[in-house]
């Protein structure tokens, strides 16, 4: 669990390999969009500072955090080095919840077994929407930039292995 020091989005740029010969995709939720438009924008600034290329970075919408299982499927095809998988679920008063954070953490898991693009799971899965926004952008900073780390860091490591 983050605490109110813990800063999600901080990184040694010195310690991450540079981003510019990669390209990567980015599949986005459309449901709770104001959470996962803020995890996006930490995550492009993110590759962006460490080297990434504007046009070498590919987004696709999809409708909510379910649909990030095909919508990362589909762009593993597209020649990227890896995907991040952005999508916010927030608790509510049915299983729902339950249902869809183990479907989407299952079906990451699926894909990063079955194929040979990583894809970087940045779903939120927050008991309140505070929560959301305090991890996507906010005084915990941003798991969108910590997930942009994340997809770098195993670029190389599929390049070099």
């Not at 020091?5 to 709770?32: M, Q």
């Not at 290329?53 to 499927?73: Q, T």
Request: negative net charge; hydrophobic residues 40%; contains cysteine.
């Amino acid at each position: 669990m983050a605490t109110a020091n813990k800063n999600l989005s901080h990184y040694d740029k010195s310690t991450i390999p540079n981003a510019k010969e990669f390209r990567f995709g980015i599949v986005v939720s459309e449901w709770n969009d104001n959470i996962t438009e803020g995890l996006y924008k930490g995550a492009i600034e993110a590759l962006l500072d460490c080297g990434a290329i504007k046009e070498n970075i590919m987004r696709w919408d999809v409708p909510g955090s379910f649909e990030l299982i095909y919508g990362s499927k589909k762009m593993q095809e597209q020649q990227v080095d890896a995907v991040i998988a952005i999508g916010s679920v927030i608790q509510g008063e049915t299983k729902h919840f339950d249902f869809v954070c183990e479907g989407v953490a299952q079906g990451i898991k699926d894909l990063n077994v079955l194929h040979d693009i990583p894809v970087i799971f940045c779903v939120l899965t927050d008991n309140t929407m505070q929560q959301a926004i305090e991890r996507s952008g906010g005084i915990h900073g941003n798991k969108g930039a910590e997930a942009a780390i994340a997809a770098i860091k195993m670029a190389e490591l599929r390049k070099n292995n």
